[in-house]
């Protein structure tokens, strides 16, 4: 391990100590540093916050360098108020009594981020849910039905009946899923807005006038105008 790493990752230690949440996986830890250093610096992750990201949680990653290629401050100061309502909230129902408040209130700002990051990856005007994502989970009986019955599908199976699949352990940086309601401000720093202003402008547009070709004629598929 470099002096980077052990850097970064005593970095995400120190936060789940602050916050009093040791029973996290350190991944948690690193996200909300990753976070803090990004509103700080107004930059996008580097190094080995980058690297984590890549792995971790894209959709963090995709809104973090979304934020800092902008140009736009809007975008941290939203940023900014996303955490601040977390952080009256944990103050005002006195929960997560902690060294480092800011830092609870990140963590619990991380799900959001996520969300909007990946709505910001699959170019929708709002993020959809982490389950939307999932593949559907597969029945046990179906491995064992495939194959249609045939003798060779029996023998490949020979010897599998009664077992199942191990679960998959679930990723370092668990996100609950949630529903986020972004603000006109995020939609318009973020690039959220565009697409459905594409799509009105594409209502506008007549059947006649999409096929027309820049010579008078049908486009693709269609007939030419005028006599023949």
């Known amino acids: ?37 990004c509103l700080v610096v107004h930059g996008r992750p580097t190094h080995h916050r980058q690297s984590f990201l890549e792995q971790e949680s894209p959709g963090l990653l995709a809104y973090l360098e979304k934020l800092a290629s902008s140009g736009d401050a809007a975008g941290w100061r939203a940023l900014r108020d996303r955490v601040q309502l977390h952080a009256e909230l944990l103050r005002e129902t006195s929960m997560q009594p902690c060294a480092r408040p800011w830092l609870a209130a990140i963590w619990h700002t991380l799900p959001e981020l996520a969300a909007i990051g990946q709505g910001i990856l699959d170019d929708l005007e709002e993020p959809r849910r ?6 559907a989970p597969v029945s046990p009986d179906a491995d064992a039905s495939s194959g ?19 679960p998959k352990p679930s990723p370092p940086l668990a996100l609950p899923v949630v ?35 820049p010579d008078g004629s049908d486009g693709p598929g269609g007939m030419k105008g005028g006599p023949r």
């Open 1 to 37: 391990m470099t002096t980077g790493e052990k850097i970064f990752w005593g970095n995400a230690r120190s936060v789940l100590r602050d916050i009093d949440m040791q029973h996290l996986d350190l991944a948690h830890g690193a996200a909300v540093e990753i976070v803090r250093w």
């Open 148 to 166: 249609g019955g045939d003798d060779e599908g029996s023998a490949g199976n020979s010897g599998t009946a009664g077992t199942t699949a191990k």
């Open 179 to 213: 529903s986020v309601a972004l603000t006109e401000t995020e939609k318009k720093v973020l690039g959220l807005d565009k697409r459905g202003s594409d799509v009105e402008a594409d209502k506008d547009v007549t059947p006649d006038a999409k096929r027309e070709g």
């Open 130 to 135: 982490v389950a939307d994502f999932e593949a």
